[in-house]
């Protein structure tokens, strides 16, 4: 309690003026002998005992009504603690914990993951036991990782110590599902809800899908802990790699998208090709919290290249470095479906030719198809047979694996829209024939985009003679168009997102074009079979938490460990028959050994979601809390009490009026 004029205290003493007149008007008497004491002993017990009580009574009243009187002017105040944090004893508590890759971020000496346990600890100690407690974490967010009835602080500090920091991927919106369907399930009444977090997410509905989720646990009362302050961090967002041709002294294109929210002006970003920098630049940030840069090097060899990107250190410093791990083909390795006819053997010969060939080819019929161990091929040619097991195709293409199709002399045209209408190609409409002397030719392409770089500027009649003219929809937006015909009709188009195809729009009978005579086609071929492989050649980058498939077979080994960036060693994992490595723990770079030989190498890196530097702000959570009833917002520095003042002054004159009138009323009595 408090007071607003605590001036009027000093008048605390006149309370005792009721007593003082009280002693001061007690009569004294004086003993008077009578013949007999009979009528006098019945006053004695009855009316000087009533007198007595009422003169006590008063004395009473009137120093309450004084104090009471006293502390009105005084203006007291009570403060009441109305915070959900308050839980109730036996109550049932579920405690979201962000222990994601971007909670390791550091404030005043700390990480955020320790600072949100030392928050749930300083609440512990304001609670009244036992509480049943449900923990969720957000790298497992569809699970209650820990249930426990504790009875104490302590019990609650062991509980969450066996949470541990990560840097995995967390996400929010399933751990909200799995509390709301554990609380439906369980039939609880008014449970509480703890979550904390930096709510840190890409998506710009985020905040409509967490009010969304909030209200459906409208019956809890639901406490957000935040930490999404600025604090002075600068991330490599992402890394990739443009499509480009991959080999030996041929420039390799990497691109860095850089993020911030430290307000900082100028950072240094470092490029480094194994252990040596090799390229240094400075990032501005003076007009945008986004920056890309473009580097460009190049391979001394074949094989397995390993670098880096690296910012300069800030607070959280696994988001200032980008592994990556490239591999520089020595060879391509081709598997051509359609048999021995002439179209294939015009196929295997360009692809052949020339004294430094990179590609190993193999031709088969179509139904040795389903016969064939796909992992051992890095692209098919597929010419014929249209008809293929789309499942076997998908198992190949989801490890970034390409597909080139090219229609075959036998083609239907409704065997081939089947198959690339799958793939995301655009469809074959129809086909124009002209006049052996009236052919048309190929537009003079862009010959900036690596995949047509170097070719002969200026000289399309060299590209061929075209006499038929197969007609694709040109509206399919996953495909692009690298080569067109004269007459605008796509020649060579490809889709390169989630799926990586190519479709070469023409037959190579020699009554659809004479292109296989010219040193155009196997210069084509070679270039668009190259880019297709090359999504291959960066498969050796992961994310912390993926799973890693170690093919044996093609490694010629028959037992693996991984040395980690810790320099740990761990075996691999047999798994439904496939061998696989699960500890990606921590980004760097892998090593793959056998026997204590060296075979490969791979890049783990914190997923991009974990970089992002975007983050639901207070301000943004508030206006959850506007939209879901029982919500309460806080920062994890922040004082969690919610305490409301009220002014007892009035109550206190209305109760002085009534002991007034009681005192009144008892005065009167005889």
Known sequence: ???????????????????????????????????TLQFLSQLETDAIKKLKLKNWLLLFLRTLILFLLVMAFARPVIQVDKSGVKIGQGKELYLF???????????????????????????????????????ITSTKPSQVSYEKMVKSKSGVENLINKIESTKLKGKILPGVKTIANSIKNSNEVSPAIWILSDFQETRSQFKTELARA??????ARVVLFSENTNLDNYAIKKVSFPQQLLGVKQNISLRVQLTQTSGEKEVPLSLFKEKDRIGRTSVDFSENNTWVKDFQFSADQHGLLQG????????????????????????????????????????????????????????????????????KYDILIISGGLELDFDLLNSFLKQDKGILIVSGSETKKAELNQLISKLGLPEWKTTTSLQQSNYIKLKEPNLKTPLLEGLWKGRNNLYGKYFKIPIFKTNVKKSKVAIE????????????????????????????????????????????????????????????????????????VNEVSIITPEDKEYY????KGETVFKRTEEPGIYEVRSRNRRIMKFAVNISEQERNCQYLKINELKEIRNQ????????????????????????????????????TWISNLK
Request: charged share 20%.
């Open 1 to 35: 309690m408090s007071f607003i004029n605590t001036f009027f205290l000093y008048f605390l003493p006149l309370i005792s003026i009721p007593l003082i007149y009280h002693w001061l008007n007690k009569r004294n008497f004086n003993t008077v002998e009578f013949s």
């Open 97 to 135: 914990l962000d222990n994601s890759a971007s909670m390791n971020r550091t404030r005043d000496g700390k990480t955020l993951f320790e600072h949100q346990k030392q928050k749930i600890l300083q609440q512990a100690e304001e609670q009244v036991y036992p509480i049943n407690i449900k923990i």
């Open 214 to 219: 909030l209200k459906k646990i409208s019956s």
């Open 308 to 375: 880096r990107i690296e910012l300069s250190p800030d607070n959280y410093l696994s988001d200032n470095s980008y592994y990556f791990s490239i591999n520089i083909p020595d060879k391509y390795r081709i598997l051509v479906i359609g048999g021995k006819n002439q179209n294939n053997k015009y196929l295997v010969n360009a692809i052949e030719a020339g004294t430094k060939n990179r590609y190993s080819t193999e031709l088969i019929a179509p139904s040795q198809f389903g016969s064939k161990n796909l992992n």
């Open 485 to 556: 015909y004269e007459n605008g009709y796509p020649f060579l188009m490809f889709r390169r997102d989630t799926i990586n195809a190519a479709l070469m729009a023409t037959n190579l009978d020699l009554k659809w074009t004479d292109m296989v005579y010219t040193g155009f086609f196997p210069a084509l071929v070679k270039r668009t079979l190259s880019y297709l492989g090359g999504q291959i050649n960066f498969k050796y980058n992961y994310f912390i938490g993926d799973t890693v498939n170690i093919d044996k077979m093609d490694l010629a």
């Open 572 to 575: 691999t994992e047999e798994i």
């Open 628 to 663: 879901v009833e029982e919500l309460e917002v806080y920062h994890l520095s922040e004082q969690t009490s919610q305490k409301s003042s009220y002014e007892l002054s009035h109550l206190l004159f209305a109760l002085i009026i009534i002991l007034a009138g009681a005192e």
